[in-house]
């Protein structure tokens, strides 16, 4: 059986967030995971495993879909100790044209939570990064990812569809900017009513990965303080110092009274500043601070009862994490509002009319980008073909020649002369046969024409080759 894409799923739109925050797979246990699903599943000829906060999706190379989809999800079911009957109410599941449909949907920002967001792109990279290294994909979704990448810039750039927020987080930010006003007040009544100088009030951003660092790079602009807090601090700090080299922070030179141990940076152009607090600050800084973003890879909730206390304040908290975050069913508190993600989405979808023209130009160039994908996969099988019988015939021709010579019936000094006479009259004779081979390559029946060729011409050996676009990470196979 002739290998098949397949494509199997669990996103923001088939997955709730109680079941996704289950599904993630930690970092540290991805790249054990993706060999183990290789090893264990023989019906899977290439992987490529994506887990990030919102969807959970394997994209498989294979010669029996059916058995693949009920493996991995048996595997799936047993590594993460749920009942597969759950994952299948929620798994879904494509092949062919349709599973290239979605990929290519998926790295263009058109599947995401936010329509248009760049991130995914990045994470798709990532993932196949770790997966080529880790052997477990080639020829076949390198082929696919490249593809995948050459489309979406072409939808970034025929349409406006990222033109608007490009992720969660500054769907996030815009959404807690809005509360500005109202903490601001908040906050300045309770400090008067206890006699103390009033300061501005303060952004926590817990964590410094991607998601932490594009709401930081957001933030820069509020006016607000911000405060960054990760358990592993030399990180957060490497942040900041990207942010100083890139001329958004500058240092502010230690006064006597500051802890040498602490750094303080002054936003560029805002007034506000930012610093970077040690791990076991984590429970004061939830005290002080109105605005909290928290998006860590924690397998378990950071903010729990223990550390949660209520203020005499209004606080806005978004958990930007999957798994979350924060134990919300801790928290009983008439001033604390808790967003999440998949309350992120309810805010984005009520602002999605303008775009609804973009994502439809956006899926009509997806659409196309598929028809030109199979169309050229199913090229690449004639090409061989085509390099195989005009090699046949240079071979015939040279060996008739060489023969000619031998017995006496052309001379040797005529050998160049003829050798390029035959040389054009097999070109000449395989001209038509080329055009027409690479045009039934285009239609339904080519499959059929093009192995009836291969026999006729006895061609066992039937390579692809690799036809290689632009992408961050450029791979070449050996062929």
């Given at each position: ?164 927020p490009l992720s969660v987080a500054s769907v996030a930010v815009k959404k807690a900017l809005e509360f500005r006003e109202s903490i601001f007040t908040s906050f300045t009544s309770f400090v008067q ?287």
């Open positions: 059986m002739q290998a098949q894409y397949l494509i199997i799923s669990f996103s923001h739109k088939t997955t709730p967030i109680t079941l996704r925050e289950k599904l993630a797979i930690a970092p540290d246990k991805l790249e054990s995971f993706i060999l183990y699903l290789k090893e264990k599943i023989t019906s899977i000829d290439e992987l490529l495993l994506v887990s990030t906060c919102n969807r959970v999706e394997f994209y498989i190379v294979t010669r029996a879909p059916q058995e693949c989809i009920a493996s991995i999800l048996s595997v799936f079911a047993n590594n993460i100790g749920i009942a597969m009957s759950e994952l299948e109410i929620h798994c879904k599941s494509a092949l062919n044209m349709e599973a290239v449909h979605h990929i290519f949907s998926v790295v263009s920002g058109l599947d995401s939570v936010v329509i248009g967001e760049t991130q995914i792109a990045g994470q798709i990279k990532s993932a196949y990064r770790l997966c080529f290294d880790l052997g477990v994909c080639g020829q076949e979704i390198t082929r696919l990812i490249h593809f995948a990448f050459r489309t979406s810039a072409k939808v970034r750039n025929q349409t406006l569809i990222s033109k608007a009513k206890t006699s103390q100088e009033a300061p501005k009030p303060k952004t926590l951003v817990l964590g410094a990965g991607e998601i932490s660092q594009l709401v930081v790079r957001h933030l820069l602009d509020s006016g607000l303080d911000i405060v960054l807090i990760n358990r592993t601090k030399e990180r957060a700090l490497d942040f900041i110092k990207t942010l100083e080299y890139e001329g958004k922070v500058a240092q502010v030179q230690n006064t006597p009274t500051q802890e040498l141990s602490k750094k303080k940076y002054v936003i560029q152009d805002s007034g506000a500043h930012i610093e970077v607090f040690e791990w076991t600050a984590l429970q004061t800084a939830l005290q002080e601070c109105s605005l909290v973003f928290s998006a860590t890879s924690a397998q378990q909730p950071i903010i729990h009862q223990t550390l949660y206390h209520p203020c005499m304040f209004q606080r806005v908290w978004f958990d930007l994490a999957v798994p979350r975050d924060i134990n919300v069913d801790c928290m009983q508190d008439n001033l604390l509002t808790i967003f999440c993600i998949d309350d992120l989405k309810r805010v984005i979808d009520e602002n999605l009319a303008y775009k609804k023209a973009q994502t439809h130009q956006a899926y009509g160039l997806v659409g196309e980008a598929v028809q030109e994908y199979f169309g050229w996969i199913q090229s690449l099988d004639v090409i061989p073909l085509i390099k195989y019988m005009r090699q046949s015939a240079k071979e015939s021709s040279l060996q008739e020649l060489e023969r000619a010579i031998k017995k006496g019936y052309l001379p040797k000094e005529y050998e160049e002369e003829v050798r390029i006479i035959l040389h054009n009259a097999f070109n000449v004779f395989l001209h038509n046969p080329t055009l027409n081979l690479k045009e039934f390559a285009h239609h339904q029946e080519g499959d059929i024409i093009i192995e009836a060729f291969q026999k006729v011409f006895k061609q066992k050996d039937t390579p692809k080759l690799l036809n290689r676009y632009k992408c961050e990470y450029d791979t070449t196979l050996s062929l």
